[in-house]
């Protein structure tokens, strides 16, 4: 072993008396040098103050088929939730049930989970992955969850094995998460990957590293706005632009610098941050006026991001949340409750509580045009206006799209945190002044050109 490159090492342990495995000494004598900045990371954080080192968090379980032989240990790079639990049990319960944990199956993965189900085989299997090839699936499958799918297959090039379709990787799974899939020779499938939805080799759900960036994993950085904002912003979920436009984002670009963001969280509250962010209002404790959680949609009362706004959905304890999205009233209200709860830190409660009447108004507004919407769009089918062959392939489905997944979440979501040029102008006028026009025209232009032909 080379002395030279392990003297640093040593010198750190004796500064910060850690007591740190034969392992980890192994893994920092040449890591130092090939891959520094991981190593720099870990030595500002919480876990090497603790003595949480390399081999504790990568060392293989027995049964992870992730795990491989590396230099006389087995290790695995696939560091799951599930290895997180060992000291996280509480969020790692937490993080399961949360609709991030399930995020991968409810998006891009959602035609290989289905596939699965009816063939009665488990979706959350190695063996099953393998067998059906999610990725691929992803790739090639005709669905409204790839909007760019119909049309590309209308075209011929969906079916061309030199059309990777790599922006379902890239675009969705980034953030979503993909399936980690060992194959027969150990090669990793679907990796590097840390979508909050990733479907792990060990069976579990997400990838902590999403929020708390490795090797620090910081809780200053996962409290910071940006952080939620790598995956929620552009034009079909703008949390990040939103929040931004904002009041609360304008406080925290002019004084968020200054803040404690490393505040212990039973402790963490108004002392310590001017105004929320993302995480204050969906996962803190804030002057312990609720309990800590992160399930991020637990103080939620609407589910805005679906084509109808409903109360929030069961969770995956009580039904398979993939395929069945049964509305909970009992749950949302009381996530509303404790929404308010934290508003209340800063708020009187008659300005919190008229402001989420409001936002209520919106989200039937937005229901009533919704359905005004699908209804048009139904009876184009009915009438032969618009074929069902390939979806959003024509001006009336493609309308019809946008008016729920870009501009009818703008609409919704800006109401919800505040930004009001996001509420009116990206919301609702363009999908009604727009999108609505713009359908209506053109299935009328179908329906006059088709009574022409019939004469």
Known sequence: MNRRLLMPFFVLLVLSNLLISAETVKCLSCHESITPGIVEQWKKSRHAEEGISCYVCHGAKDDDPSGFQHYGVRVTSVVSPLYCSTCHEKEYVEFQRSKHAWTAFIGPLYPYYKKAKDMGLDPMSQETARSLNPMEMARRTVSPLFPDSGLLKKLGF??????????????????????????????????????????????????????????????????????????????????????????????????????????????????????????VCHMSGFNNAVNVTHDVGERLYWELQPKLSVPQWKGPEEVDVVLERIPDVEKAREGRKKMMQVCNQCHVSSWTEAYFEEFDKIVNDYNMIWKYTDSLLQQAYSEGLVSREYPLDEVAEVMHYLIWHHDGRRWRMGAAMMGPDWAHWNGAIDTIMIKLNLMIDSIDTKRKLTELENK
């Open 158 to 279: 969906l079916d061309d094995p030199d059309y990777a379709h790599g922006n379902v990787v890239i675009g969705c799974m980034e953030c979503h998460g993909s399936f980690v899939v060992v194959d027969e020779n150990g090669k990793l499938e679907g990796w590097p990957n840390t979508g909050v939805g990733r479907v792990n080799p060990d069976g579990s759900l997400g990838s902590c590293s999403s929020c708390h960036t490795r090797h620090e994993f910081s809780k200053a950085q996962a409290r910071k706005p940006e952080t939620c904002g790598q995956c929620h912003l552009g034009p079909d979920h703008p949390q990040m632009e939103i929040y931004e436009e904002s009041k609360h984002g304008n406080i925290y670009a002019s004084s968020g610098e200054e803040w404690n963001w490393d505040a212990p969280s039973r402790e963490f509250g108004t002392d310590d941050v001017l105004a929320p962010t993302c995480a």
